[in-house]
């Protein structure tokens, strides 16, 4: 793999959890795939004026050891496949000062025209290119507690959302400064609006709801342990959203939750994305055991079947 980013986990990156927030993971990781596909020689792909970019279609994220502030970091990549008019990459972000994995990325991702979202071919010499950078997924990259899939389509809409009893967790609209140079919604914001709302999931997380609502004194939240996220339509500022979430499985210790975003006009989702995520007693530093207290209710909770 090649170095392709190197900074820090800021502080203002950081959240209640005490380190940083899902958000900018992705975010710091949008920025090596544009080192990446530079050194390869798609040289601007993030710039206003680029005849090409790369829009992802599938990801796939582990955070694999907490990020704290300050913390140096760094990112290496590589390319792990190539279509007619796609590609896929893997990325691992690094604890600079120790070269242990922070967190995985693995990306699958279409050629497109920035204009109007049509794909198309690779200039001539870019399998080349790719191939020289072609790299092996890291077995700690792979996926762990969620399918791994690359399929497109979904069952989500807000009429399914209905009869299935999602959840209602966020509502909101995407603002400008969530846009890229393109005007879609950044990559980041995948997560970023998921963490936003998350914490009124109180179906699966009825250790968190409890503190928020003074039931006990001990700090809970609930940390994101990997992902996969399917974009399925990318809004633009001003168009607005509702987060639907459902709780899929539940064991010892983390739950399966799958969330659909979708838009309340036509109903349709903007992305889909299912998780694996625990609670976590924040001043202890570790993640909680399931209490029998929990489980009748997390049981009631489940839906059969949902996918995102």
């Known amino acids: 793999m090649i170095e392709i980013?190197?900074?820090?986990?800021?502080?203002?990156?950081?959240?209640?959890?005490?380190?940083?927030?899902?958000?900018?993971?992705?975010?710091?990781?949008?920025?090596?795939?544009g080192g990446l596909a530079a050194q390869t020689g798609l040289k601007n792909i993030h710039r206003a004026d680029a005849n090409a970019t790369l829009l992802p279609k599938a990801l796939h994220v582990r955070f694999l050891a907490e990020a704290r502030p300050g913390a140096p970091l760094m990112i290496e990549g590589g390319w792990t496949g190539i279509s007619d008019t796609g590609c896929s990459a893997?990325?691992?972000m690094r604890h600079g000062g120790t070269g242990k994995p922070a967190a995985s990325f693995r990306i699958d991702l279409d050629h497109?025209?920035?204009?109007?979202?049509?794909?198309f071919t690779w200039p001539s010499y870019f399998p080349a290119q790719l191939e020289a950078r072609s790299v092996t997924v890291p077995d700690f990259a792979g996926p762990r507690g969620v399918a791994?899939?690359?399929?497109?389509?979904?069952?989500?809409?807000?009429?399914r959302a209905d009869e299935l009893g999602l959840a209602h967790v966020g509502l909101g609209r995407f603002t400008p400064d969530e846009v890229?140079?393109?005007g879609r919604m950044r990559t980041e914001v995948l997560l970023g609006r998921i963490s936003n709302s998350v914490v009124n999931f109180s179906q699966a997380f009825?250790?968190?709801?409890?503190?928020?609502?003074?039931?006990?004194?001990?700090?809970?939240?609930s940390a994101l342990l990997e992902c996969r996220i399917l974009p399925h339509r990318w809004p633009r500022a001003g168009d607005g959203y509702v987060v639907r979430s459902g709780l899929k499985s539940f064991g010892p210790k983390v739950r399966n939750i799958v969330h659909w975003v979708l838009d309340p006009v036509t109903g349709r989702p903007w992305w889909t994305m299912e998780g694996v995520a625990a609670p976590m007693d924040l001043d202890a530093r570790k993640i909680l055991d399931l209490s029998p207290a929990v489980r009748p209710g997390l049981d009631a909770a489940c839906i059969a079947g949902l996918e995102a």
């Open 180 to 182: 890229d140079v393109f």
């Open 90 to 92: 893997v990325l691992v």
């Open 206 to 221: 009825p250790e968190e709801w409890a503190f928020h609502q003074g039931q006990t004194e001990a700090s809970i939240g």
């Open 148 to 159: 791994d899939t690359s399929s497109g389509t979904t069952a989500a809409s807000l009429e």
């Open 112 to 119: 497109i025209s920035p204009r109007d979202g049509r794909a």
């Open 5 to 33: 980013w190197r900074g820090n986990a800021n502080a203002w990156e950081c959240d209640e959890l005490g380190h940083m927030n899902v958000k900018f993971y992705l975010s710091k990781a949008n920025e090596a795939l």
